[in-house]
C-alpha cells in the first residue's frame, strides 16, 4: 500500500517536473554506461580480493597474538615488535582497503550525481508505446479498409459521388496514417528511454551493492580500530611490566652497588689495619733486634770480641762453649752484631 501511494506521489512529481527526451538521451549516450559497468566489475573484485586478505591477515594476526600470549616475558620482548608491526600493517592495508572502496562509491555517485531521473520520460514511452499498439492494430485494419475501398473504387469509377466519398475517404485514412506514423516514432522513442530506465534501475541497485560494500568495509574498519586500541592497550601493558621489571632489576643493582661499596670500604679498613699490623712487627721486629744485640753485647765471650771480623769462623773454636747461640749465628749477623757492639 505505501509503495503504491509512494509511485502515485513519483508520477505526480515527474508529470510536474519531466526532464526533456534529448536531455536524458545526450546524459546517457556520454555517461557511457558498458565503459562503467566494467569499471564497477573491476572494482568489486579488488574489493574482494581485498576482503579475502583481510581475513587471511585477521587469522593470521589472531595464531600470532595466541603465541605471543603463551610466550615467556623473554620471548614477548622479542615477539612484541613483530606482532606490534602485523597489527600496524593490518590497520595500512584496511585504512588504503576503505579508501578505495570509498574513492569507487563517490567516483559513481558523482557521475549519478547529475543524471537526470528517466523514470517520467520512460514512464511517457510506455504509455505512448501501448498507444502505438493500438494505434498499429486501427492502422491494419484502416490498410484493410483501405484497400477495400481502392478495390471499390476501381468498381466504381463510373459513379462519381462514390469516387469522391472514397477519395474523401482515402485523404482522411492517409492524414489518419501520418499522424499515426508521428506517433509511432514518438512510442519508439519513449521505448528507448523505457530501456535507459531499465538501464538505470540496475545501476541504482549496483550502487545500493556499493554501498553495502562500503558499509562492510566500514564495519572491518571500525573493527580494525577497535583490534588497534586494544593492541595499544596491551602494549602500554607490556611496556609498564617492562618498567617494573627494569625497576627491579635497576633495585638488585642498586643492592650490589651498596655490597661493593661495603666491601671496598670494609678493603679500605682492612688495608689500614694491615698497615698499622705491618708497622707493629716492625716495631715488634727492631724491639726484637735490639734486644738480641743486647743480649749478644752482654753475654758475649771475650775471645770472641779480640776476633779479627774478617777472620771469624761460622762456629765459636773455644771447644765446650756453653752458648748455643755462637753455633747457631752465620758469619754475617755476627758482623751485624759486633758492628753495634
Known amino acids: 500500500m505505501e509503495a503504491s501511494v509512494g509511485g502515485s506521489e513519483r508520477e505526480k512529481s515527474n508529470s510536474s517536473s519531466s526532464t526533456p527526451i534529448p536531455v536524458v538521451a545526450n546524459f546517457w549516450k556520454d555517461f557511457n554506461l558498458e ?24 587469522r593470521k594476526l589472531a595464531e600470532s597474538t595466541r603465541d605471543f600470549k603463551k610466550a615467556s616475558a623473554e620471548e614477548k620482548l622479542s615477539l612484541f615488535n ?7 600493517e593490518e590497520v595500512d592495508n584496511l585504512t588504503k582497503r576503505a579508501k578505495y ?23 511517457s514511452i510506455a504509455e505512448k508505446d501501448l498507444k502505438l499498439s493500438e494505434l498499429e492494430s486501427e492502422n491494419r485494419k484502416m490498410k484493410v479498409e483501405l484497400e477495400e475501398f481502392r478495390t471499390e473504387a476501381t468498381h466504381l469509377k463510373n459513379q462519381q459521388a462514390t469516387i469522391r466519398r472514397l477519395e474523401e475517404r482515402t485523404r482522411q485514412l492517409e492524414q489518419q496514417m501520418e499522424e499515426k506514423v508521428k506517433e509511432i516514432v514518438e512510442i519508439k522513442q519513449r521505448s528507448l528511454a523505457e530501456e535507459n530506465q531499465k538501464t538505470l534501475e540496475l545501476l541504482k541497485e549496483r550502487e545500493q551493492s556499493l554501498q553495502d560494500q562500503l558499509r562492510q568495509a566500514q564495519d572491518s574498519v571500525s573493527n580494525v580500530q577497535k583490534l588497534h586500541e586494544l593492541a595499544q592497550s596491551k602494549l602500554f601493558e607490556f611496556r609498564a611490566q617492562s618498567e617494573e621489571e627494569r625497576a627491579a ?22 688495608e689500614r689495619e694491615k698497615g698499622l699490623l705491618r708497622s707493629q712487627l716492625q716495631s715488634a721486629n727492631d724491639d726484637n733486634v735490639d734486644k738480641n744485640r743486647s743480649y749478644l753485647s752482654y753475654y758475649m765471650h771475650p775471645h770472641l770480641r779480640e776476633m779479627s771480623l774478617t777472620n771469624m769462623p761460622q762456629v765459636c773454636p773455644k771447644k765446650g762453649c756453653p752458648s748455643a747461640l755462637c753455633s747457631s749465628l752465620s758469619m754475617g749477623k755476627l758482623k751485624k752484631v759486633f758492628t753495634f757492639s
Do not use: C, H, W
Not at 566489475?41 to 583481510?54: F, K, M, P, T, V
Not at 563517490?106 to 517520467?120: S, V
Open 35 to 58: 565503459k562503467e559497468k566494467g569499471v564497477l566489475d573491476e572494482q568489486g573484485l579488488r574489493i574482494a580480493e581485498n576482503q579475502e586478505n583481510s581475513q587471511k591477515n585477521r
Open 82 to 88: 613483530s606482532l606490534l608491526k602485523g597489527y600496524q
Open 101 to 123: 572502496g570509498e574513492n569507487a562509491f563517490l567516483n559513481i555517485y558523482q557521475k549519478l550525481y547529475e543524471a537526470p531521473d528517466p523514470y517520467p520520460v520512460l514512464s
Open 249 to 270: 632489576k635497576q633495585s638488585e643493582v642498586n643492592l650490589l652497588m651498596d655490597e661493593v661499596e661495603r666491601a671496598q670500604t670494609r678493603l679500605l679498613s682492612l
